[in-house]
């Protein structure tokens, strides 16, 4: 192929996907493989996070080009889009379009430990509220030289978890998520409290699911994240009116760097 048919058959991944975003990639993806074209890119060097709405719409092109017998190539300048799609078993259907260096993920030195406050934050359970208070939580892990890795990892559950809350309780878009993030010498744990109705992300065996032709589904996808992402994650109901879910991650390779400023906010 030319550098001309290449860039032709590329698609951009959306990075917000607001209402029309998923429609006008997918009609991107019908009318490349309509033009016959022989190989597809998907360009997510924009996604500075993999989601699994994001991860649906991947699937979702993936299955349309095998079914038209149309190699689909992904292209991303961020081994965290990789991370995400092997916890999930997904990587090995997509043609790595370029190789990237992995970020080292790191761990926080005892003695910085007893220097940092806990982060706590509250936000309304609507899209817009959730993405300001995760980029409130972005600035606090900043702050406090958290890895790139670490970040990206933290980032995926925040979102998961608020973003499911937010679906559950969409009959009540006033609902409140009390979220805290507690440091020790072995991981971060964060905690998200609301009193929406109750659904336990615990209770799902993914032991056995498998990604079939044809198959897709946010939850299958978001669940799947939560419980191969987190070391640890426990929930309880209290009262029947709050819903508690704890995710700990623990601290991986010793490469974290001390800053001066230990600020969220």
């Not at 996070?49 to 991303?76: D, F, Q, Y």
């Not at 961020?78 to 259907?93: A, T």
């Amino acid at each position: 192929m030319t550098a001309d048919r290449i860039e032709h058959c590329t698609v951009l991944v959306p990075v917000e996907l607001t209402e029309d975003a998923p429609d006008t990639f997918r009609a991107a993806v019908d009318s490349l493989i309509a033009k016959r074209s022989e190989a597809i890119t998907l360009d997510c060097n924009r996604v500075d996070h993999l989601t699994s709405s994001h991860i649906k719409l991947l699937w979702g092109a993936r299955i349309r080009c095998a079914e038209e017998g149309v190699a689909l190539r992904l292209k991303s300048n961020s081994e965290y889009v990789w991370k995400v799609l092997k916890i999930l078993d997904l990587d090995e259907f997509f043609i790595r379009d370029e190789d990237v260096d992995a970020d080292p993920i790191g761990v926080v030195p005892a003695e910085l430990i007893g220097a940092l406050d806990g982060y706590e934050d509250t936000f309304e359970a609507e899209a817009e509220s959730i993405g300001t208070a995760l980029e409130r939580f972005l600035t606090y892990l900043k702050s406090i030289s958290v890895p790139v890795g670490t970040q990206y990892v933290l980032r995926t559950l925040f979102y998961e978890v608020a973003t499911n809350i937010r679906l559950h309780a969409a009959a009540n878009p006033a609902e409140q998520i009390k979220f805290s993030a507690m440091l020790d010498s072995s991981g971060i744990v964060l905690t998200f409290v609301d009193n929406g109705p109750h659904f336990d992300p615990t209770e799902f065996d993914i032991s056995d699911f498998s990604y079939q032709e044809g198959s897709d589904g946010r939850r299958s996808f978001g669940i799947t994240i939560l419980q191969k992402l987190a070391d640890r994650l426990d929930y309880e109901r209290l009262d029947d009116s709050k819903n508690v879910l704890i995710l700990e991650r623990k601290w991986r390779m010793s490469q974290w760097i001390k800053q001066s400023s230990h600020s969220a906010l």
